[in-house]
């Protein structure tokens, strides 16, 4: 396969990804077989899981599809691994935490005991009755996985299983809520904030807790912004209905990021709103995408690993230069970077050429056109520098530095240059002329560019980039291609 298609337009990576998932399950299932008596919860896991087996697969497809699923038996082999003495990783540490376990017998069964979520949502969408020989307590509100529903509350629930047609709870009040969706071009979305309220993930929050009516509120702003997706870039709207599971949207000012995905749990992402609806759209582009580069790290690595804490400190350690960020960022960081602007470079293309923008938010079009060739030309330039690829990493890089080059021509085309006035778009949605400190003077592309270098590259791995950002300020016709 070309990497044009392994980059931007495979489906297989999808189908790969969720194989790769229930392979895992039956893994799981396999080692805890061979010692049943020995891991306390394993016996209850392995009848719950014949039970599940049974399920009609286009059942248990829908409810392994989530990307709790992915994350439930992510946490299991890394249990199973540290039982039989490999470390305990960052996050699983985190997850004992957050439950409380007091060790990692107590907090396998615990987890352990969790398959019972996927087991009742199964039971849900097929109608089939379950019985839980030991009840399953969760706290609420809780997502069910694949259904779209969450178990609604602020406490503690106890349930014995499902029969005819209801949830067996000990609390008869129990409540089920039905999460908001939105629908645009046979695509359907979920709007489920409940599904991020995971132990040990570490960016979820009150807002998770927040009332459903808040996803409802936005969700004709999702509407607008999937529509212009769909309008303006529409072989990425194609993959969603492949891809992307549920999304949740958190109040802008809560949280200390503004979207945010993880690669322990794809097919999901968050956004904050308020927010201009096309820069919503960008938004879900770029975050989409990372999730992407998630399901395509499953094909192979990216980068040649000496050893353990060679990939520690070269790939994951936060020791370079980023154009998007104001601290230090991986080498993984920066090709996660270059990879989902580059399609984000291509929607602000496609809205102006459309010819529908206006005013301020034109304005902000034009800054994002001016500005992303060029910190993708650092992105390129850092990596050459910095990282070692596989073959296949390799690849994929200098088919991503190639359409940057292209990136760079079309922003020429379209007239935009360093020279343009710079436009940011503040928290809420506010779009604002980016000013010089202390007085009214606007911005231009390069000098916010140059500003962000001289601030933030302390190491000074971009002498070349600053010294051409120089050039061109003084000298607006200077081209900015010479970088990397």
């Known amino acids: ?34 010692e049943p008596h020995h891991v306390p919860g394993a016996v209850e896991f392995l009848e719950l899981y014949e039970w599940l087996s049974r399920a009609d ?6 409810v392994w599809s989530d990307p709790a699923a992915y994350y439930w038996v992510r946490r299991t082999v890394h249990f199973l691994a540290a039982i039989h003495g ?7 540490q985190a997850y004992c935490t957050e439950i409380g376990a007091s060790g990692l017998s107590e907090a396998l069964r615990i987890h352990l005991g969790e398959f019972k979520r996927f087991v009742l949502a199964a039971a849900l969408i097929s109608g089939s009755d379950v019985s839980f020989g030991d009840p399953y307590v969760a706290s609420t509100p809780l997502a069910l996985p694949g259904t779209g529903l969450n178990l609604a509350g602020s406490g503690r629930v106890t349930i014995r299983g499902f029969r005819q047609g209801r949830i067996d709870a000990v609390d008869e009040a129990l409540q089920i809520e039905t999460c908001p969706t939105v629908d645009v071009g046979g695509f359907r979305l979920t709007l489920n904030p409940r599904l991020f309220n995971l132990p040990g993930l570490g960016f979820g929050g009150e807002w998770t807790l927040l009332p459903l009516e808040f996803q409802a509120r936005h969700s004709e702003l999702v509407t607008e912004a999937l529509s212009a997706i769909a309008r303006l870039q529409p072989a990425t709207f194609a993959h969603f209905g492949h891809a992307i599971q549920a999304v949740a949207l958190k109040p802008a000012r809560d949280g200390n990021f503004g979207s945010i995905s993880s690669s322990e749990l794809p097919g999901a992402f968050v956004c904050s709103v308020p927010c201009d609806s096309y820069e919503l ?42 154009p998007w960020r104001d ?29 529908r923008l206006d005013g301020p938010r034109l304005a902000y079009a034009r800054d994002q056109l001016g500005r992303i060739p060029f910190q993708l030309q650092i992105g390129v330039s850092q990596l050459r520098r910095h990282a070692r690829f596989t073959s296949f990493g390799s690849t994929l890089f200098e088919q991503m530095a190639r359409e940057t080059a292209d990136a ?6 379209l007239g935009v240059t360093l020279a343009t006035l710079a436009m940011s778009l ?12 202390g007085d009214s003077r606007q911005l231009t592309i390069g000098e916010t560019l140059l500003t962000h270098l001289e601030r933030s590259d302390i190491r000074g791995e971009c002498a070349e980039e600053k010294l051409l950002l120089a050039r061109s300020i003084r000298n607006p016709t200077v081209h900015r291609s010479g970088a990397g």
Not at 328 to 351: D, E, N, Q, S, T
């Open 327 to 355: 601290t230090l960022r991986p080498l993984h960081g920066l090709l996660h970077a270059l990879y989902v602007y580059i399609p984000v470079f291509g929607f602000w293309a496609a809205a102006f050429r459309e010819g």
């Open 1 to 34: 396969m070309n990497p044009t298609d392994l980059l931007w337009t495979d489906t297989g990576v999808y189908r790969r990804r969720l194989e790769k998932s229930a392979a895992a399950l039956i893994a799981v299932e396999r080692s805890l077989r061979t």
């Open 86 to 92: 490999a470390p305990l990783g960052s996050l699983e």
């Open 281 to 322: 759209a960008a938004t879900f582009i770029h975050e989409f995408h990372h999730n992407r580069l998630y399901y395509l790290e499953e094909t192979g690595p990216f980068f040649e690993l000496a050893d353990e804490d060679a990939q520690n400190d070269a790939i994951d350690g936060e020791n370079h230069y980023s």
């Open 426 to 437: 503040r928290a809420g949605g506010i779009f604002r002329p980016t000013t010089h400190h």
């Open 57 to 62: 697969p286009e059942c248990f497809t829908q």
């Open 408 to 413: 760079e021509l079309e922003a020429r085309a």
